[in-house]
């Protein structure tokens, strides 16, 4: 039986205890003491007879209470930590300063390939080459990330040190007790970096756009999503595709899984083939001690999105080939065949139909791609879903500038569905960043976005544009003696010169948005051009 004493911190009263278990003729298997706590496990006692040591025991001077426990409290420690390290899916392994196995969990057990023997006091080289013990100590038990082979798999490993050692042994005392061994898969990794990079959790719903060719679209891919085949997103540039690849991954059953995306066209073919198949020890003269996994292997159960495919090479399209067809590549300057578990989303804006005819896109690998395919709609083509984009990018714009969000006024809005956007989406989301980053006012209008689109300071007066965004005359244009036979007709010369001041701010104000900008045009005090568009019902 196991039970705990509570009392006072006394000098002496542990030995009262202690005294009384003798007298009573019990065999203490293990007895552990903290301040106000005595706890005991006895096999001998019988329930029956409890009640009876514990009248015992509390006739001690400052014993107060006695109740029976499940475990002591080292027992439930270690079964905690035991438990943590069983729910633990990668291999974690402790080892002493000799090289001795002190703990393992049942993933280093099973991987290993000796489940049905314990490694623990087993020495560490018999199922692991390198590091060895001499490299351990020499960096202390503390060695960053490398790669080794654990039961025929290939995973990264971290050393970390455990403790100092306190009595005689062939180390010094400052060094440490040993080291915790820590091995994750790549895929591991690519999970990790695909929490640390992808915060957003973009599903189709998060998609902005309701116009019926986005709706049959989402649609579509939506249904293509939960097929574990390749896919391949066709659409012009900033149409969103990358977006899409996202969406169709946590559409799918591989959404706890990776999802690592790479730009095809970012770099040269020899840094491109390191970065999806990774590189062996000693590939070239700057390799990691170790090699290096790529995006192949890290998204291992998950998705792997090659942005701008048609970009590729021929040489990195043969070997993409490969992995499309059986899974399987080797690293840059390795021999080991390495198998994975990655669905392929590509995406592009040229056409590699055409590409595959003239044979710069090889034909093979467009029919291993396309599999399943979508095609995403210009902005052109979903005109009604730009005053909701407009008003998504313009409240971002104005949360990341730290000011107010602006107002888009009528003929922004009609200069906005009017643009032509060769650059679809994405021109149109840097457009209103500039425009709201460097408006002064709170209203956004054609100017400021002619402005922010061309980089100009302002647009040519020839032409304006009226609240409802249609074409007008200029201020220049105007045939002048109408306007002033209309003010010579006012009863009086303050009526007169009220209509003429009314019609010069009417005209203005859709090139200058605000009382301040208005005052600056005009040069006069801000105040006053407040008071003036007031008493005029300027602009409503």
């Known amino acids: 039986m196991q039970f705990e004493i509570r009392g006072e911190n006394r000098l002496g009263i542990t030995r009262d205890v202690v005294n009384v278990l003798t007298d009573q003729g019990l065999d203490i298997r293990a007895f552990e003491v903290t301040t106000h706590h005595i706890y005991a496990d006895i096999p001998a006692i019988r329930p029956e007879r409890f009640p009876l040591l514990a009248h015992a025991l509390k006739q001690i001077p400052g014993i107060s209470d006695i109740t029976k426990i499940d475990r002591l409290p080292t027992e439930r420690r270690r079964a905690q930590l035991h438990a943590t390290l069983a729910a633990l899916g990668d291999p974690v392994i ?3 300063a000799n090289g001795l ?4 969990n049942p993933a280093a057990q099973t991987i290993a390939g000796t489940s049905n023997t314990n490694l623990r006091d087993q020495d560490i080289s018999s199922i692991l080459n390198e590091p060895t013990i001499e490299d351990l100590r020499q960096s202390g038990f503390r060695l960053p990330e490398r790669e080794v082979t654990l039961g025929g798999q290939t995973y990264m490993l971290l050393v970390e040190p455990i403790g100092h050692v306190d009595d005689g042994s062939d180390v010094t005392e400052d060094a440490p007790w040993g080291g915790v061994m820590l091995f994750h898969r790549a895929a591991r990794l690519g999970r ?6 992808d915060r957003s959790h973009t599903g189709f719903d998060d998609i902005i756009g309701d116009s019926r060719a986005m709706t049959r679209i989402k649609s579509q891919a939506e249904r293509l999503a939960g097929i574990d085949a390749p896919l391949l997103i066709l659409g012009e ?6 977006l899409f690849a996202r969406a169709c991954h946590r559409a799918s ?3 706890d899984q990776p999802f690592l995306a790479l730009n095809c066209a970012a770099m040269p073919e020899g840094l491109a083939e390191s970065e999806l198949f990774g590189y062996a020890a000693g590939a070239f003269t700057s390799a990691r001690r170790g090699g290096k996994p790529g995006l192949l292997e890290l998204a291992d159960g998950g998705t792997l999105f090659l942005d701008e495919i048609g970009e590729l090479t021929p040489y990195l399209q043969a070997k993409l080939l490969r992995v499309l067809q059986d899974g399987r590549f080797r690293r840059v300057g390795g021999t080991d065949e390495i198998a994975v578990d990655v669905r392929i989303i590509s995406a592009t804006n040229r056409d ?7 044979g710069t896109f090889r034909e093979d690998l467009y029919f291993r791609l396309n599999v399943l395919g979508i095609t995403l709609p210009p902005l052109r083509d979903r005109i009604e879903d730009i005053a909701a984009l407009a008003a998504f990018f313009i409240d971002r714009t104005a949360q990341q500038t730290e000011r107010s969000t602006p107002r888009l006024a009528k003929d922004g809005l009609s200069w906005l569905r009017s643009h032509t956007w060769p650059g679809n989406v994405r021109e149109l989301e840097n457009t209103l960043f500039r425009a709201v980053a460097l408006l002064d006012g709170d209203v956004l209008g054609a100017r400021e976005l002619t402005d922010a689109a061309t980089g100009t300071a302002s647009i040519p007066d020839t032409q304006d544009t009226d609240p409802l965004g249609q ?3 200029s201020p220049a244009q105007t045939h002048q003696p109408d306007l002033i036979a209309s003010a010579l007709s006012q009863p009086d010369f303050n009526a007169g010169m009220d209509l003429l001041e009314r019609e010069m701010l009417v005209r203005l104000y859709p090139d200058y948005p605000s009382s301040r900008k208005l005052a600056e045009r005009l040069g006069v005090s801000h105040t006053s051009i407040a008071n003036k568009l007031r008493k005029y019902g300027i602009p409503d």
Do not use: C, N, W
Request: aromatic letters at 0%.
């Open 237 to 242: 540039t900033g149409t969103g595709k990358e």
């Open 352 to 358: 590699l139909e055409a590409m595959s005819h003239d």
């Open 253 to 255: 059953s591989r959404i």
């Open 192 to 197: 990790v970096i695909t929490a640390l990079q």
């Open 471 to 473: 074409p007008q005359t």
């Open 94 to 96: 402790a080892v002493d």
């Open 101 to 104: 196995i002190a703990q393992a």
